[in-house]
Nanobody
Framework: QVQLVESGGGLVQAGGSLRLSCAAS????????MAWYRQAPGKQRELVAS???????NYADSLKDRFTISRDNAKNTVYLQMNSLKPEDTAVYYC????????????????WGQGTQVTVSS
């Protein structure tokens, strides 16, 4: 069984920074893309950033100047550094990973963390 556990969310004032972490554990043979999504109240879940096992990154256009995604493949962990936070960044942030649980598994499977709340006060 695979688990993704996020940490690092919380309450921060506008202009502040937070660093989210997401560690994958359990039966893992390989991890392809890891990503962060967010969902604000009343809105659809949206992609924040993604990173491949080789380190290639992709960002939502509106966030690329303030957010940085990184990962530690040895620790099966992905990070999201968020700077210059704004009240509109308030959302639940979810970790996502494409994981191959076993060499016998035919395709990567999508896994999600439980989400971590980020609240930015004005």
């Amino acid at each position: 069984q695979v688990q993704l556990v996020e940490s690092g969310g919380g309450l921060v004032q506008a202009g502040g920074s937070l660093r989210l972490s997401c560690a994958a554990s359990g039966r893992i043979f390989s991890i392809n893309v890891m990503a962060w999504y967010r969902q604000a109240p009343g809105k659809q879940r949206e992609l924040v950033a993604s990173i491949t096992s080789g380190g290639s990154t992709n960002y939502a256009d509106s966030l690329k100047d303030r957010f940085t995604i990184s990962r530690d493949n040895a620790k099966n962990t992905v990070y999201l550094q968020m700077n210059s936070l704004k009240p509109e960044d308030t959302a639940v942030y979810y970790c996502n990973a494409q994981i191959l649980p076993s060499v016998l598994t035919m395709a990567y499977r999508d896994y999600w963390g439980q989400g971590t709340q980020v609240t930015v006060s004005s």
